[in-house]
Nanobody
């Protein structure tokens, strides 16, 4: 079992930045690949980015590539999402998720553990 708690969400103006954190507890954090997803009202949950359990490989949705950066600190059991150049269309509830194994996937159903989410609101 892994428990995930997101933090760092908030309200910013377009062009601003936020850094989300996801703290994990429970089983050894380093055995899980991690992902960030988001869900806006009335829309399906969508993949944002993911990172392998070692942190050596990352993958981004086209919509955030070049603006968002995922990283992890296995010593602190934490994964981060640095979000720069935010746009109003980035407004959503952001979730972190964990799956056992080395590699990441982009489909939400491939992840076993989920946090409760943290709200990000970007105004124009």
């Amino acid at each position: 079992q892994v428990q995930l708690v997101e933090s760092g969400g908030g309200s910013v103006q377009a062009g601003g930045s936020l850094r989300l954190s996801c703290a994990a507890s429970g089983r050894t954090f380093s055995i899980y690949a991690m992902g960030w997803f988001r869900q806006a009202p009335g829309r399906e949950r969508e993949f944002v980015t993911a990172i392998t359990r070692s942190g050596g490989n990352t993958y981004y949705a086209d919509s955030v590539k070049g603006r968002f950066t995922i990283s992890r600190d296995n010593a602190k059991n934490t994964v981060y999402l640095q979000m720069n150049s935010l746009k109003p269309e980035d407004t959503a509830l952001y979730y972190c998720a964990a799956r056992y194994g080395t590699y990441y996937y982009t489909a939400p159903e491939q992840y076993t553990y989920w946090g409760q989410g943290t709200q990000v609101t970007v105004s124009s």
